[in-house]
Every structure is written in C-alpha cells, then in structure tokens.
C-alpha cells in the first residue's frame, strides 16, 4: 500500500577541503571492467605505472597488456612495439636507458620492443558545476570538492609512426616531400618556383584591377578569432612536446596508501557550519531563475 513519502533516518553532513586542491576525478570512459592488472601479466610481476607533465598538465597511466594466447598476437606486438620505440625517441622518453653504452662498438644490434602495454592518455574536461567527493564514514557523509575532472583514452598514436613507414612513396618524389608538415591554411601559399628559365619572354597584355571592399566584417572578425584559437593550439602542442615526462608511482584502491589518503579525506572538524545565504538570495543565484 502506496502513501506519501515518510523520513527513515537523517545523517550529518561534514565539508571538508583538507587537500584542495589536489583532489582530481579520473574517468576511464571505454573501460568493461576495473583498473587492474590482467592476471597473465600479474603472474609476471608486472604493474601499473604512471607518468606525467605537469606543467602543461597531461598525465598517462601504463596499463600491462593480456598476453593470452588466445587475444595476443606476439608477431602484431613486436611491429607495433618497433613503431612505438621510434615514437618514444621522438619524445625523448627512454632515451636514457638507450643510451647508456660502452665506450666501445656495439656489434650486435639490441633486441627488438614488444608492444607490453596500453597507454591511457588524460584529456581535461569542462566541469559546468562543483563536483564533490562523498565519503560515508560512521554514519556521517563527509564532502570534499574537486578541483578537476580528467578522462583517460588508450592513445595509439604509434600507428601514425608506423603509418609513414608503410606508407608508398609517389613516384618521381622527393625524399623529403612527405616528412614535413601539412601547409598552415592560415599562411599565404609559398609563390610557384620553376625549375628552368624559359627561353621567350611571356607577351605583355593590359590586365585591369579593381578592388572590392568586404561588406561581411563578422566573417573577417571571426577567421581572425579561428587564427588566434590555431595559434593558441599549436603554441600548446609545442610547449607539451618540449617538456619532459616525470614517473609517478602508481597505487591501487586496495593498498596501505590508498586508504591513507582516503582518511585524510574525512573532516576531522567537529564545529558546526552556520548558513549565511537567505531563501532569496539562492534562488537570485539560481541561472535563469525569474525570482
């Protein structure tokens, strides 16, 4: 039998900003199942491992890969591995280790890369409101907010490595025609060079010019805006790449120092929150609101 709705318990409420703001939300939108380690490469030793920039603010987590017969191709991995290797040269990831040689010649040739891991790439998010973190802790909820909000995706950009290897060349091409990048659109074309002087000299006609002014001063306003938002993208795509990766340590929700930051998350505040905001100033506040 259906009747109005009835209260059952109240809980207290405690707000917390005890590590603000470095409290950040990470979503792993295309996972099935949790972030851990596949038990083929458990049995290996193999873990989780992080790295980041932090001035530029982009963070990767290194997943280790199934190696199971029968979802792991080991001939696909060593290419794929290869491309990879070349693309963290690029980088200057690993360079290091590389380079860590004798003095003397080194006569055989190191071993190839397998490809042993998935790489989550982060991606900020806009947050429209203020995300809180909620810990229910001996029958109190306890509020923490969130400073950002970040989404990790597998990055599989070794394949445009690899992609340039295979791709065929077009005949009568320069070696160096296709290593560049594409043109700006934003730049005037380059003028047309010919390779040999022709022997007569072109006829001279009368050619008449006219100037027509542009009447459309929003479009003008609003490719010089698309010009400013490219060059803003590509001074951060420059200034990401020079930057150099730091390792962080990865730890999973069910060790020691993750439950330690978890409490530091709890209020250990027992004084009571007073409200200062009136009904009709939160309703002003509200967007759209016609109070």
Same mark, same amino acid.
């Given at each position: 039998?259906?009747?109005?709705?009835?209260?059952?318990?109240?809980?207290?409420?405690?707000?917390?900003?005890?590590?603000?703001?470095?409290?950040?939300?990470?979503?792993?939108?295309?996972?099935?199942?949790?972030?851990?380690?596949?038990?083929?490469?458990?049995?290996?030793?193999?873990?989780?491992?992080?790295?980041?920039?932090?001035?530029?603010?982009?963070?990767?987590?290194?997943?280790?890969?199934?190696?199971?017969?029968?979802?792991?191709?080991?001939?696909?991995?060593?290419?794929?591995?290869?491309?990879?290797?070349?693309?963290?040269?690029?980088?200057?990831?690993?360079?290091?280790?590389?380079?860590? #040689?004798? *003095?003397? &010649?080194? $006569?055989?040739? =190191?071993? /190839? %890369?397998?490809?042993?891991?998935?790489?989550?790439?982060?991606?900020?998010?806009?947050?429209?409101?203020?995300?809180?973190?909620?810990?229910?802790?001996?029958?109190?909820?306890?509020?923490?907010?969130?400073?950002?909000?970040?989404?990790?995706?597998?990055?599989?950009?070794?394949?445009?490595?690899?992609?340039?290897?295979?791709?065929?060349?077009?005949?009568?091409?320069?070696?160096?025609?296709?290593?560049?990048?594409?043109?700006?659109?934003?730049?005037?074309?380059?003028?047309? #060079?010919? *390779?040999? &002087?022709? $022997?007569?000299? =072109?006829? /001279? %006609?009368?050619?008449?010019?006219?100037?027509?002014?542009?009447?459309?001063?929003?479009?003008?306003?609003?490719?010089?805006?698309?010009?400013?938002?490219?060059?803003?993208?590509?001074?951060?795509?420059?200034?990401?790449?020079?930057?150099?990766?730091?390792?962080?340590?990865?730890?999973?929700?069910?060790?020691?120092?993750?439950?330690?930051?978890?409490?530091?998350?709890?209020?250990?505040?027992?004084?009571?929150?007073?409200?200062?905001?009136?009904?009709?100033?939160?309703?002003?506040?509200?967007?759209?609101?016609?109070?």
């Amino acid at each position: 039998m259906s009747g109005p709705p009835r209260l059952v318990s109240t809980i207290p409420i405690r707000i917390s900003n005890s590590v603000e703001p470095e409290l950040e939300l990470h979503q792993f939108p295309l996972l099935t199942r949790p972030l851990q380690v596949p038990p083929s490469a458990q049995e290996s030793g193999k873990r989780i491992r992080a790295r980041s920039k932090p001035n530029t603010g982009r963070y990767e987590v290194h997943v280790p890969a199934d190696t199971r017969a029968d979802v792991w191709n080991p001939d696909r991995a060593r290419e794929l591995g290869a491309a990879r290797g070349e693309e963290d040269t690029d980088e200057n990831y690993g360079v290091a280790a590389a380079a860590t #040689t004798s *003095k003397s &010649k080194i $006569k055989e040739d =190191p071993p /190839a %890369r397998k490809l042993a891991e998935i790489r989550m790439r982060s991606e900020p998010t806009a947050d429209r409101a203020v995300y809180m973190l909620a810990v229910v802790r001996d029958g109190e909820l306890h509020l923490h907010p969130v400073s950002r909000t970040l989404q990790f995706r597998p990055t599989m950009s070794y394949l445009d490595v690899l992609a340039r290897k295979t791709k065929p060349r077009r005949p009568g091409a320069d070696s160096d025609s296709d290593d560049g990048p594409p043109p700006d659109p934003d730049e005037p074309p380059p003028p047309p #060079t010919t *390779k040999a &002087k022709s $022997k007569a000299a =072109p006829e /001279a %006609r009368e050619v008449q010019l006219s100037v027509k002014k542009a009447n459309d001063d929003k479009m003008a306003q609003a490719m010089g805006g698309l010009t400013q938002v490219r060059k803003d993208m590509l001074m951060k795509l420059r200034e990401e790449a020079g930057e150099a990766w730091e390792d962080w340590e990865y730890r999973d929700a069910d060790t020691q120092q993750a439950h330690e930051s978890l409490d530091k998350i709890v209020s250990q505040s027992r004084e009571p929150l007073k409200c200062d905001t009136t009904t009709s100033k939160f309703y002003r506040d509200v967007p759209g609101s016609w109070f």
